[in-house]
């Protein structure tokens, strides 16, 4: 079934998007010298933690409550160890991985980060762009501050990822624009049917709307390379940031009293609306946030042509289970489409660990956009680059030549409840 492609919905539809050259048409950008100690993604989230306002830093890096999710999330990795293989010849690795008809470099992608743009100067476009460049899936999030249309101009292949508005008609509309706009891969994120408890914003003087006060501006003083980079600039070049993707129409400005609301009226939402979904939409349909083999079976009866296994990198429910612990029953559950994964993956042994349980494909997101907000597309390529090296030189210390011949019997340990077995899948 075809959408309307009338993009009459959307409140500044006649505004032209600039022309950009598109990413592999540019030269490479270089990274600054001041940032060549950069070892792994870890160090892009010390180097962010000194560049931005504590602020927008917390809003990045936090999650819920006692961030107990989060940390489990990594607890998750470490609770396995490999059993490599020996004598085999490694020279040559093959890293790519073929995912709704279309072959990338690397098994992992860039997960929907919101107010990329606070973060990192015009932050989607950067991402995305990084993305393109070096050919791996990057998933635009619905609760950005650049408009999906210009994205796509510079990353037709990108994925959008929705959070659902409240009413049927809005659902309709925004389907109508992601779709008119190009998009072919749609991403809805389901666990996020009320705002969730984040005291680490509260705390740290970050809101949604951004309040203006003498503390966040103190904040920006003593944080020049991002007040000048990337807030300033933005005001100047660009105007007052909204909410821009959300909805058919523009949506709220960053400095508006109603965002929070407006974003968090989704507890009404059930399978129905899924099942609508995928009557209008007629690309690839992703499911995000599942973390039950029920629901993900559910999901894939429903229609949805992929499964991202995800508790929202801790930012929802704390006290969510790591959605690694999870991943092969959820696998188990729906052998018909690829199940994905996300939350907590920081090292090129975590990407490996995730595909031997299952995964078809990792997605990260907290890193790149710490590198993002400190080296622009720079440090976002150079962020693929580290955990692309990562991936695979633990391959060849695995024993592993490509990415399909990993499974459980590489693995041991990990959730007791889960018991892993010396044989192939």
């Not at 600039?18 to 048409?25: G, V």
């Not at 093959?94 to 992608?109: D, H």
């Not at 609301?261 to 690839?284: F, K, T, V």
């Not at 692309?388 to 060849?396: A, L, T």
Request: aromatic content about 8%; proline content about 7%.
């Amino acid at each position: 079934m075809t959408l309307s492609t009338s993009r009459s919905t959307t409140a500044d539809a006649g505004a032209a998007v600039a022309p950009r050259t598109p990413p592999a048409a540019r030269a490479r950008p270089v990274l600054p010298r001041r940032f060549e100690r950069i070892l792994c993604l870890d160090d892009f989230e010390v180097a962010a933690r000194r560049h931005l306002p504590w602020s927008v830093f917390s809003y990045l890096a936090g999650a819920a409550e006692t961030n107990r999710s989060l940390r489990a999330n990594r607890d998750a990795y470490a609770a396995y160890d490999f059993v490599p293989r020996v004598l085999v010849d490694v020279s040559k690795r093959a890293l790519g991985v073929s995912l709704f008809g279309r072959r990338y470099s690397v098994p992992f992608g860039v997960a929907p980060m919101g107010l990329a743009a606070l973060s990192a100067y015009r932050g989607d476009l950067v991402l995305a762009e990084a993305a393109a460049r070096d050919n791996l899936p990057f998933v635009m999030s619905g609760s950005s501050l650049i408009r999906l249309e210009e994205v796509a101009k510079v990353n037709p292949d990108a994925w959008f990822q929705a959070y659902l508005p409240g009413d049927d008609a809005a659902i309709v509309a925004l389907l109508d624009r992601v779709q008119a706009a190009g998009y072919r891969t749609l991403v809805i994120t389901l666990d996020t049917p009320v705002a969730a408890n984040r005291e680490n914003n509260v705390r740290a003087g970050f809101s949604i709307p951004v309040r203006p006060g003498p503390r966040l501006a103190w904040q920006g003083l003593t944080h020049p390379r991002w007040l000048f980079g990337t807030f300033l600039r933005t005001m100047a070049l660009h105007g007052m940031p909204h909410f821009e993707n959300s909805y058919a129409t523009r949506g709220a400005p960053i400095l508006s009293p109603n965002v929070e609301r407006n974003l968090s009226d989704r507890g009404h939402l059930n399978w129905r609306h899924l099942r609508m979904i995928r009557r209008r939409w007629p690309g690839e349909l992703v499911v995000k946030g599942v973390l039950d083999a029920r629901d993900a079976r559910q999901a894939v009866a429903e229609g949805a042509d992929g499964i991202i296994a995800s508790n929202h990198g801790g930012r929802q429910l704390d006290g969510a289970v790591a959605p690694l612990r999870v991943l092969p029953r959820i696998v188990d559950a729906c052998p018909q489409v690829p199940v994905m994964i996300d939350s907590g993956i920081r090292r090129g042994a975590d990407v490996l660990k995730a595909l031997a349980l299952g995964a078809r494909f990792v997605f990260v997101g907290r890193p790149f956009g710490f590198a993002a907000s400190v080296a622009g597309e720079a440090g976002v390529l150079r962020a693929f680059e580290l955990l692309r090296s990562e991936v695979s030189r633990n391959m060849g210390l695995l024993g592993v030549t490509a990415i399909e011949q990993l499974d459980t019997s590489f693995l041991v340990g990990g959730d007791p409840a889960q018991p892993l077995t010396q044989d192939s899948r």
